[in-house]
């Protein structure tokens, strides 16, 4: 699992995997192509990226590489909530006017799904994380009611490191793990 600024808190109180990545201040925009590359390093495993829909808009690019990759085993989550949560609830621009599913059906994503309320997306869940993909999934979710994450709040997620530095040593280990 990569994520990345908003969606770290949430995530960090339900899993605790090493396998886990989390940053809120040295990759924003970039949990997507993080992901990207551990997908193409370990195709033994579905690699799955939480991204929120401010930073996929700093990196629409992004959708083009991961279908022209060949990916099969990635699975990319936006979880649109019309705002830039981790900085401090700024609009993202044109919020509710973008169809980010029909950005990655044009890209080419081959699984596309587009949820508004849990109950379905409950119901798609395990074909989403188990079919080849690309698979993209545009999730609706409301804002979340926390602050900005600070560099030195480390109690909000067990796994946020001071360092991308720090998170390379220890992919390279994940990476050449084989379980």
């Not at 989550?77 to 973008?98: R, Y």
């Amino acid at each position: 699992m990569v994520t990345t600024m908003g969606a770290t808190r949430p995530w960090g109180r339900i899993s605790d995997n090493d396998l886990d990545f989390a940053s809120a201040d040295s990759a924003m925009g970039h949990a997507a192509d993080l992901a990207l590359g551990i997908a193409l390093a370990r195709t033994d495993r579905t690699v799955v990226c939480l991204n929120g829909d401010g930073s996929m808009l700093m990196t629409l690019g992004t959708l083009a590489t991961v279908v022209g990759s060949g990916a099969t085993n990635y699975v990319l989550f936006v979880m649109d909530n019309g705002v830039f949560e981790i900085t401090g609830h700024q609009s993202v621009a044109a919020s509710g006017q973008i169809d980010y599913a029909a950005m990655a059906q044009a890209t080419g994503f081959h699984r596309v799904f587009f949820f508004e309320d849990a109950r379905s997306y409950a119901e798609s869940v395990e074909e989403i994380l188990t079919q080849p993909g690309p698979t993209f999934v545009h999730l609706l979710v409301e804002p979340g009611s926390e602050g900005p994450i600070s560099r030195n709040d480390r109690e909000k997620g067990r796994y946020l490191r001071p360092s991308l530095a720090d998170w390379s040593r220890t992919f390279k280990a994940a990476l050449e793990t084989k379980d």
